[in-house]
């Protein structure tokens, strides 16, 4: 079974403010796939990164940064200088295609 | 590039009625998701196509729900008939291909209430 954890129901953040929003996942899968995707007010949800499990390497676009780490199942996400447009919730997402299981397994999102 | 669209927006039924949803891909993209958005809560898958095949239904109710996908692009997802539950988001999505965890593309969803 996968299931995607993400604590953080709701964070406030001062505009110009860093934030990290926590993604803790589960899988008996070696192979997987994280996803971070981004759902603002109009409610269409915009794919911001996707990262296999053998890649460990942080990434960093812009203002945005995630921190992968296997060792803590956990792929957290990072917004530096937070503006106003970065109001959404974010989901966390889980997928292990190699058993069939290509769907993605949604965290249940962080609103900031 | 065009995105995935889906009509309509919003949709607005009396209970035990029937509704449909209506998908159309993106080019190229061969597999096709259908997901339901709870308030508060993450989609939730309801059903994958590779290409006009339904290859993982397992969460579809199939009392009440039904999808097709004619011809391998646009997809219908019927819901009758409809039940106060089943108010939700609708989503679709798409995504290249399968088995190599492909991103996937996500339409504005379709806004259900039943009443």
């Known amino acids: 079974a996968q299931k995607v954890t993400q604590a953080q129901t709701e964070i406030s953040v001062v505009e110009k403010e860093d934030v990290t929003l926590d993604c803790v996942y589960e899988t008996r899968d070696t192979t997987y796939y994280l996803f971070w995707y981004k759902q603002p007010p109009s409610g269409e949800l915009v794919f911001l990164i996707r990262?296999?499990?053998?890649?460990?390497q942080n990434e960093i676009s812009g203002r945005y940064s995630w921190n992968f780490q296997k060792s803590t199942s956990s792929f957290n996400f990072t917004i530096t200088a937070s503006q106003v447009v970065d109001s959404a919730v974010y989901f966390c997402?889980?997928?292990?295609?190699?058993?069939?299981?290509?769907?993605?397994?949604f965290g249940t999102g962080t609103r900031l | 590039e065009a995105g995935v669209v889906q009509s309509p927006r919003y949709k607005i039924i009396e209970k035990k009625q029937p509704v449909a949803f209506w998908c159309n891909p993106i080019?190229?993209?061969?597999?096709l998701y259908w997901y339901l958005q709870n308030l508060g809560q993450g989609p939730e898958l309801l059903i994958r196509?590779?290409?006009?095949?339904?290859?993982?239904d397992s969460q579809l109710p199939k009392d009440r729900f039904s999808a097709e996908r004619l011809k391998g692009v646009d997809s219908t997802l019927k819901i009758q008939p409809a039940e106060l539950g089943d108010s939700a988001v609708y989503l679709c999505a798409s995504s290249l291909g399968s088995g190599r965890g492909y991103e996937q593309y996500f339409g504005p969803g379709t806004r259900l209430t039943v009443t």
């Open positions: 997402a889980l997928s292990a295609p190699n058993f069939g299981n290509e769907k993605l397994t």
């Open positions: 990262r296999n499990s053998f890649d460990e």
């Open positions: 196509y590779e290409n006009e095949e339904a290859v993982d």
């Open positions: 080019s190229g993209h061969n597999t």
